[in-house]
């Protein structure tokens, strides 16, 4: 079974950029697709950006232009680049592939 470790997070000023990562184990990354998520309090957890097998992607309209995911099979590693963050990107991002959930990264975006 695949184990997930997100990291990245941080708190960052708005215009500013992270980049998250999400590091797999015990199966390869490049098998299925995997998503980015994310989950602001009090709000429905929501699809960010995904990978497919393919390479695809695919992003939410309200990132679309900023974020950026992207699949290094030989670190066995998902990344999401994200740039011109707003307020309102703050949440806490998951990656979610093959049945499972890391543990989650906090971003919080000041204004």
Same mark, same amino acid.
């Given at each position: &079974?695949? #184990?997930?470790?997100? $990291?990245?997070?941080?708190?960052? #000023?708005?215009?500013? $950029?992270? /980049? ?6 015990? =199966? $390869? ?15 429905? /957890? ?12 695919? %992003?939410?309209?309200?990132? *679309?232009? /900023?974020?950026?995911? =992207?699949?290094?099979?030989? *670190?066995? !590693?998902? %990344?999401? &680049?994200?740039?011109?963050? *707003?307020?309102?990107? !703050?949440?806490? %991002?998951?990656?979610? !592939? #093959? ?11 000041? =204004?």
């Amino acid at each position: &079974q695949v #184990q997930l470790v997100e $990291s990245g997070g941080g708190l960052v #000023q708005a215009g500013g $950029s992270l /980049r998250l990562s999400c590091a797999a184990s015990g =199966s $390869s990354l490049s098998i299925n697709a995997v998503g980015w998520h994310r989950q602001a309090p009090g709000k429905q /957890r929501e699809l960010v950006a995904a990978i497919g097998r393919s390479g695809n992607t695919n %992003y939410v309209d309200s990132v *679309k232009g /900023r974020f950026t995911i =992207s699949r290094d099979n030989g *670190k066995n !590693t998902v %990344y999401l &680049q994200m740039n011109n963050l *707003k307020p309102e990107d !703050t949440a806490a %991002y998951f990656c979610y !592939t #093959q049945g499972t959930w890391g543990q989650g990264t906090q971003v919080t975006v000041s =204004s």
